[in-house]
């Protein structure tokens, strides 16, 4: 779990925050923030690096919905 980023979005005005584990804890639970998900960031960073642009809009996209 130490590789994962854990990914939030803002219910009101869609700021989107990225978090380790540890800062994840601290925001988990809050009713401002709606977790969307949970990757391994190297991964999808390295998905998102070798994509098309197009491919890449739709990466990020399915990350942040």
Request: glycine fraction near 4%; aromatic fraction near 4%.
């Amino acid at each position: 779990m130490r590789d994962c980023a854990f990914i939030y979005v803002h219910k009101s005005n869609g700021l989107v925050r990225v978090e380790s584990l540890d800062t994840a804890k601290h925001i988990d639970g809050n009713p401002e923030w709606n977790h969307v998900a949970t990757i391994h960031a190297h991964v999808v960073l390295e998905s998102i690096l070798r994509a098309t642009i197009k491919d890449r809009n739709l990466i990020i996209k399915h990350l942040l919905t």
